[in-house]
């Protein structure tokens, strides 16, 4: 990875340009880097990272409603076409939302990949967020509760009503705890490694968001009709998906993508504004030092969200 000069975009048809404030990074962008994603991602070389980004709209192309230069907002941009690590990005107002006074540049930046992937495993395994109607009380799991999702999944869960056993490090326990979850369990000890809550409830729904752990490991911990949800999902948990979904089995996985869109990204932004998520971020870094947020999330050990501020690379 490295730093060029290439002109500002145009924004087309119903898309912003937006002289951007913060990005945050997410490991499909260094996953990407790493060939992990190939033949899909990316599709074209060379190709700048990044999707989720917070700026100000300095331009808006033709067919623009509802937005006007000098608003602030979240967007995501497309994974196909990256260009979040730069000061200035094109984004589709299809995937763009106002972000209102009180929420920072930085914690908009977080919620695009990370919190709309935490909310649509949640709802998912059956958790509602209107207030009217109000969740069943379930238990769940939310494993890696200290990364980037782990950790709007267990504030999102506590919203929606639900029981949270959490697994994290030891060095994070604590966090996890102010940030809801009822139980933690440090996943280095064999208590941890079990995952079995320590209440002795079994789980209506796992947010499974770390590697390594597969199916008979969550299979003795559920209820009778407990689902994983698993966004990590490797080629065996597809076939054991596959094989749950054919002989209509009643415990399951389900293997998650997110699925981008602007009702969650502002359901999210609204959330915020009115204090009932936060983003954590684990370090902020400068563009011109972009490397060491990219080595920190590489590293798997980030506590909650790596975000990067603009501030352009004049002088560099
Ligand atoms: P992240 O922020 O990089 O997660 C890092 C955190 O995970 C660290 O705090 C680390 O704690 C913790 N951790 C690592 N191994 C653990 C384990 N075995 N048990 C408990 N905690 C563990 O990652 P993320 O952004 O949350 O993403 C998680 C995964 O989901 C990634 O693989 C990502 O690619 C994937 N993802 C998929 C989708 C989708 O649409 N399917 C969307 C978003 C993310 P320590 O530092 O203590 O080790």
Not at 207 to 235: N, Q
Request: charged share 20%; net charge positive; hydrophobic share 45%.
């Amino acid at each position: 990875m490295q730093h060029v000069e290439v002109p500002v975009s145009k924004p087309k048809k119903k898309e912003l340009l937006l002289k951007l404030e913060a990005a945050s990074i997410n490991p499909v962008d260094w996953k990407m880097q790493k060939g992990m994603l190939r033949p899909l991602l990316p599709c074209r070389l060379p190709y700048i990272p990044v999707t989720d980004v917070a700026g100000v709209v300095v331009e808006v192309g033709s067919g623009v409603n509802g937005f006007k230069v000098g608003d602030e907002v979240v967007a995501m941009r497309n994974p196909f076409s990256g260009g979040g690590l730069a000061e200035y990005a094109v984004a589709s107002v299809k995937l763009a939302v106002r972000r209102p006074p009180g929420v920072s540049a930085a914690d908009g930046t977080g919620l695009p990949i990370a919190a709309g992937t935490a909310l649509q495993s949640l709802r998912s395994i059956g958790a509602r967020f209107d207030s009217t109607s109000g969740s069943k009380p379930l238990n769940v799991l939310v494993t890696a509760a200290s990364g980037g999702v782990g950790h709007y999944a267990v504030q999102l869960a506590k919203l929606a009503g639900l029981h949270v056993m959490a697994t994290c490090g030891a060095r994070n326990a604590e966090l996890v705890r102010g940030l809801g979850a009822d139980e933690v369990l440090d996943y280095r000890t064999p208590e941890g490694a079990a995952m079995r809550s320590p209440s002795g409830r079994r789980y209506d729904g796992v947010v499974h968001c770390t590697v390594g752990v597969g199916w008979p490991a969550f299979e003795p911990l559920l209820s009778a009709s407990g689902k994983v949800v698993d966004i990590t999902a490797s080629f065996s948990a597809v076939l054991t998906a596959a094989r749950h979904r054919v002989t209509f089995a009643r415990k399951w996985l389900v293997p998650l993508l997110l699925w981008p869109n602007r009702v969650d990204m502002e359901f999210l932004v609204g959330l915020v504004k009115d204090g009932k998520l936060k983003t954590v971020v684990d370090s902020r870094s400068s563009l011109r030092d972009v490397s060491e947020a990219w080595e920190k999330s590489i590293g798997g050990h980030a506590t909650e969200k790596i975000i990067v501020e603009m501030e352009g690379l004049s002088g560099r």
